[in-house]
């Protein structure tokens, strides 16, 4: 007996011994996540529970010149089904009311989404599509709808809401106005003024604390944020929707009337070069146009005849001719190293001026006024090419500006051709913008001006900067050379190329251009035309400059020209714009003062000058005005949706605490 209890003896110490071992182990691997990996443990128990969400920072919007919304963020719900969420009897009593509600409001029979839910039900789909792209307005009402107004937990609705950027104004200017996206890679992209002030437009997101609870759901642990967002501002531009909308019709129904493959137009204001309107259309293979691409800042071509103003402006600078004159025309057909330049009026001018030449848009004139006295010296008149400009690109805000081509004599491929090819706008490349800015120098008196398409970025009422007009050139030549070019731009359109466009009743000056396009490429096989014509108005007053490109016009009639097919819209464009534009009546009796005017006023001031103590009720305010109000309370304010106040988180006639946190619901 004692043997067997000896055995016993050993049997317990051996067991505490190994509990003992356990026990030291256990402390140790305690101690080491305690202290040495227990701040590994500690960050991942946080991480898996609690992380940072970001806050979206409201996106600025962009406004036209005349406070017309051209781009604004909007809130976009979508509306999912936990079917196996709600108890089973609460789906049941529900389903059928439920299904009668989505019907009136999503336009599906009922017996749809009664089929629909109870297949979600049985099927245990836990994330069922009910709706897609709701307005809030919508996604208030389904939030209100039987078993969904019991919550996620209980009523088994999800909501996801992401933000979306519309253009209320539709598909006007819409490349100008842009966007900003992310492309399936993730890099960054965008177009327009979306992009090009996105640093402005985006503001900043802020940042919350989340805690992780039951059902993969997050909520706060402290009711204020980690970083609070920083809105976006909102952005100017000088864009003028009357005078947009005007461009945008006369330019489509020009390109439908000759079938044409794309065109462009831009409005701008001659003193400040901020454009006013810029439309650019391409067809679809519908044969609809819309935009895609911005032709007028990015498509740099041969411009053809309205590059004549150059050799005019340098001739006339020079001093090597007048516009007096005479040069022969040659019977319309000159030859330079075996090829040949052409009149389009067969059998030419005969001996006419250089203005004249100028105004019927007489190749070999101006060819023959620009190598005559160019062709011992190029350099001099490709000088004064690139003293406009004409040589580099404008440089504004926008990416994808498209490349100017200017030969220089120093270059390899210079031959004896180029000069002559020059002074009637071939062996040249511009953009369409670059020819407007020339001509806008021209009708602004010497001064060329950078085109602008923002002029202001402002938060709320208060400007944040200010974009004043920029001058490239303060004097791109001499008064007396711009008095000659102006007189010479109004004949063109009183008697020259583009007399089919001239009103006793409105004076406008240009240049008419056609130009063949890829005649060079397989043998000229698609070689087309574009048209094209370049001016101001009033001509006496310039306030506007114009150019009108369209390419690709239908050569059926054989009216293809600038004055035939680009000439009419800058007509329409001009006209419109002074004969549409509202009246300026003057009012009288301003200073005159009604009595019950001044006691109504006096007592609304008397009143605004005592401190509210409380919260005021401003259900039923819009909410710019009831965020305006609480603000100058010092109060914070947070809105969800759009419209009218509907709910207000902190009730009326509660004491008012400066810095205290409002939400509004609006609807």
Avoid at 78 to 83: G, L, V, Y
Avoid at 203 to 230: C, T
Avoid at 260 to 278: L, R, S, W, Y
Avoid at 479 to 499: C, E, M, P, S
Wanted: hydrophobic residues 35%; aromatic residues 10%; positive net charge.
């Amino acid at each position: 007996m004692a043997v067997e209890d000896k055995y016993i003896s050993y049997r317990i110490y051996l067991v505490a011994f190994a509990i003992f071992l356990m026990a030291i182990a256990i402390a140790v691997k305690l101690t080491n996540i305690q202290w040495v990996e227990g701040d590994y443990y500690r960050k991942l128990a946080k991480e898996r529970t609690v992380k940072n969400f970001v806050i979206p920072a409201n996106k600025g919007n962009i406004y036209s010149a005349d406070g017309s919304l051209l781009a604004t963020s909007i809130p976009n719900y979508e509306i999912r089904f936990d079917a196996v969420a709600p108890k089973s009897e609460v789906f049941q009593k529900n389903v059928k009311s439920l299904s009668d509600s989505l019907a009136y409001v999503l336009g599906k029979p009922s017996g749809f989404f009664q089929t629909e839910l109870r297949r979600a039900r049985a099927n245990k789909n836990r994330y069922y599509l009910v709706a897609r792209n709701l307005s809030y307005t919508n996604y208030m009402k389904i939030k209100g709808f039987p078993l969904f107004n019991l919550g996620a937990y209980k009523g088994g609705i999800i909501v996801e809401q992401e933000t979306v950027r519309e253009n209320p104004i539709g598909k006007i200017a819409e490349r100008t106005i842009g966007y900003e996206r992310v492309n399936p890679d993730g890099t960054p992209d965008g177009k327009g003024i979306e992009w090009a002030y996105r640093k402005y437009l985006n503001g900043k997101d802020g940042k919350i604390m989340k805690q992780k609870i039951a059902k993969g759901q997050w909520k706060p642990i402290r009711d204020v944020n980690e970083i609070d967002p920083q809105d976006g501002y909102d952005v100017i531009s000088t864009i003028d929707v009357f005078i947009q909308d005007i461009a945008h019709h006369a330019l489509l129904k020009q390109l439908e009337d000759y079938q044409a493959d794309h065109g462009c137009v831009v409005v701008m204001e001659t003193k400040t070069g901020q454009i006013k309107a810029i439309s650019n259309l391409g067809k679809a293979k519908d044969g609809s146009y819309y935009e895609t691409t911005n032709y007028a800042y990015a498509e740099s071509h041969e411009p053809g005849s309205t590059f004549k103003l150059v050799d005019l402006m340098t001739i006339l600078e020079d001093k090597v001719a007048d516009t007096s004159t005479v040069y022969d025309s040659k019977g319309g057909v000159i030859k330079y190293s075996g090829k040949s330049v052409r009149d389009s009026h067969d059998g030419g001018y005969g001996k006419i001026s250089l203005a004249r030449g100028f105004e019927v848009s007489s190749n070999t004139v101006m060819v023959q006024a620009v190598y005559n006295n160019y062709k011992n010296n190029p350099s001099k008149f490709v000088n004064h090419v690139n003293s406009y400009g004409l040589n580099k690109k404008l440089g504004m805000e926008f990416k994808g500006e498209g490349k100017p081509f200017i030969p220089q004599p120093s270059d390899p491929h210079w031959s004896n051709i180029s000069l002559p090819w020059m002074a009637f706008g071939y062996g040249v490349s511009v953009t369409p913008l670059q020819t407007l800015t020339f001509y806008n120098s021209v009708a602004n008196n010497g001064v060329m001006v950078k085109p602008q398409l923002v002029s202001e970025i402002k938060k709320w009422n208060t400007t944040i900067k200010k974009f004043e007009p920029q001058v490239i050139n303060p004097k791109v030549c001499s008064q007396a050379t711009i008095l000659k070019l102006k007189a010479v731009l109004a004949n063109v359109v009183k008697k020259g190329t583009g007399a089919k466009l001239y009103s006793k009743d409105f004076p406008m000056a240009g240049k008419t251009g056609t130009a063949q396009v890829n005649y060079s490429k397989n043998g000229g096989s698609e070689k087309y035309y574009a048209s094209s014509f370049v001016g101001y108005f009033p001509a006496d007053h310039p306030k506007y400059s114009c150019i009108v490109v369209v390419h690709k016009p239908s050569t059926v009639n054989n009216n293809y020209y600038g004055a035939d097919v680009a000439g009419p819209v800058f007509k329409r464009i001009a006209q419109k714009i002074f004969t549409d534009a509202p009246s300026t009546n003057e009012i009288k009796n301003l200073d005159k003062k009604i009595l019950k005017q001044e006691t109504d006023y006096n007592s609304y001031f008397v009143k605004s000058q005592k401190k509210t103590q409380s919260i005021p009720n401003v259900k039923g305010m819009s909410g710019m005005d009831a965020i305006a109000l609480l603000e100058n309370l010092g109060m914070k304010v947070k809105a969800i949706g759009v419209g009218k106040v509907k709910k207000q988180s902190l009730q009326a006639g509660q004491s008012l605490v400066k810095n205290t946190t409002i939400l509004l619901e609006l609807s």
